[in-house]
């Protein structure tokens, strides 16, 4: 065994240990309350899990919130690229953009929800507001990496006259990927956060956001911890897959 993989193992390892740790904990202070509406056990929740399902328009709740999260996601991604190189070839364009960066990075996501929702239904909030939250983080860090490309490396492959292509390929690819996969890896996270926070006051029809409220009203702690969990989990896998295809996209780039 390499010592890579053995470092890897002593890792996982250690991760496993603090969640059951933390596990351990929260079944303790549960068992202390000894109040299911205020606190259930991780066993109820583990349970809860294995019935919520099969309940009616459980899969069409994952589907709806997801794609439109994802949506939102994705064209935050394309644009912030976009914007993020623009911004760091031309300063005019870093300087304009500015203000409407600083803005949406410092607003709270409950007032860009009401704001959002005198122009459009509450069925497309999410994608709205994940897009926002989303953007500036792109944006950011793509335009830091392009700020931090060698520019003397940039000056010789100008005056040798290096097509534009290899010049992307070469130079700022590799100087923009880790701040890319960086930002992409906390994009992930906050969209689902944001695109489920901003369903929880808008409330759309079918959405996890909507079952979420329900299972506040109805003081169903164990379906809200449930509900926490698989929105966990939607987010992880949403992360991982993404970042992989990430991953490969730049590998394949490298190899042209």
């Given amino acids: ?13 250690a991760k496993t240990a603090a969640v059951l740790l933390a596990l351990a904990v929260w079944q303790a202070v549960a068992m202390l309350i000894d109040s299911d509406l205020i606190l259930v056990t991780p066993i109820e929740v583990f349970k809860r ?10 899969f069409a709740s994952l589907t709806f919130t997801s794609s439109k999260i994802i949506l939102g996601f994705l064209a935050a991604f394309v644009l912030g690229i976009g914007l993020g190189a623009l911004a760091g070839r031309f300063r005019a364009v870093e300087i304009l953009l500015w203000p409407w960066m600083l803005t949406v990075k410092s607003v709270p996501i409950a007032s860009f ?21 989303v953007l500036p983080i792109i944006y950011t860090n793509v335009l830091s990496g392009i700020k931090n490309t060698d520019q003397k490396m940039l000056e010789a492959a100008c005056l040798f006259g290096t097509p534009l292509k290899y010049r ?10 880790p701040y890319l996969i960086s930002a992409s890896s906390v994009g992930c996270g906050l969209a689902f956060k944001a695109g489920v926070a901003a369903e929880l006051i808008g409330i759309p029809t079918g959405s996890v956001g909507e079952a979420l409220y329900n299972s506040k009203i109805y003081l169903n702690t164990a379906d809200l911890f449930a509900w926490t969990v698989i929105i966990i989990l939607m987010s992880v896998i949403f992360e991982k897959l993404f970042i992989f295809l990430l991953r490969l996209a730049f590998a394949g780039s490298e190899k042209l």
């Fill in 1 to 13: 065994m390499t010592s890579t993989m053995k470092a890897s193992k002593k890792t996982f390892l």
């Fill in 49 to 58: 899990l294995f019935t919520v399902w099969r309940e009616p328009g459980f």
């Fill in 113 to 133: 929800v009401l704001i959002i929702l005198l122009f459009v239904s509450s069925a497309d909030i999410s994608v709205f507001i994940s897009f926002l939250i």
């Fill in 168 to 177: 992307l390929l070469y130079i700022w690819l590799p100087k923009i990927k």
